[in-house]
């Protein structure tokens, strides 16, 4: 059972480019969350989508975007990196909306931005 | 926004008890979790509550107050798998789910 799987695991990148991190999951999950967990601040949302064709801004919206096509895949892009965007990225999914069920995490994204 | 405040460390012997207090301040309710987190890992489900009380899973307990925005996480019989942080998160009535900064357990022999 694969549940959420995102890539990369690890990213270094140059600060300016363009990256998007993906997300897919296989529990027919309606909702779908994007986090960045930063030493001391926990776990910040940064967008959601609750069923497939919508999207919502979290907490940290700036400098990121998502789109959702589809109920299994979640995108994240960063448009022009900069190193404040230094993180690991969490992706989650929950079958109901509206964060009142358990969530389920991928195991994160590591990315530099240098 | 929401508030919530967890201690950032604490220490416990194996085969002792521990609780995790977690307080909050958010607009609306509807929901408490806590998560467990191994270092280098992802977070994993522990427990929800939404109303007050005790709900009891196996050696952990959750607690809630809702009066009181309050939370605590009881861990029983440590062991040296539980050294992790717990991470306490808050669904507020923006349905949004709000995590604390969390609080690293460490299990000692």
């Known amino acids: 059972i694969a549940g959420i799987t995102q890539a990369p695991t690890s990213q270094i990148l140059a600060a300016g480019r363009r990256m998007t991190l993906r997300c897919t999951q296989d529990m027919r999950h309606n909702a779908m969350y994007w986090y960045r967990q930063d030493l001391g601040l926990g776990l910040r949302l940064i967008h959601y989508?609750?069923?497939?064709?919508?999207?919502g801004k979290g907490e940290v919206p700036d400098g990121y975007s998502v789109s959702r096509a589809n109920t299994d895949d979640f995108p994240l892009t960063l448009a022009s990196a900069v190193p404040s965007q230094t993180s690991v990225y969490f992706c989650?999914?929950?079958?109901?909306?509206?964060?009142?069920?358990?969530?389920?995490f991928g195991e994160g994204s590591r990315l530099t931005v240098l | 926004g929401q508030n919530i405040d967890q201690p950032t460390e604490m220490t416990a012997t194996e085969g002792a008890i521990v609780q995790i207090n977690c307080t909050y301040q958010t607009s609306g309710f509807n929901g408490l979790f806590w998560y467990q987190q191994h270092a280098g890992e992802a977070p994993t489900f522990l427990s929800y509550?939404?109303?007050?009380g005790l709900e009891e899973k196996g050696r952990f307990s959750s607690f809630l107050s809702r009066s009181k925005g309050y939370s605590y996480l009881l861990l029983k019989e440590l062991q040296m798998k539980d050294s992790a942080s717990y991470l306490c998160?808050?669904?507020?009535?923006?349905?949004?789910?709000?995590f604390g900064a969390g609080t690293t357990v460490t299990v000692r022999a």
């Open positions: 989508s609750n069923t497939a064709g919508t999207t």
């Open positions: 998160a808050v669904t507020g009535d923006d349905y949004k789910l709000s």
């Open positions: 989650a999914s929950s079958a109901a909306g509206g964060n009142t069920g358990e969530l389920f």
């Open positions: 509550n939404v109303l007050d």
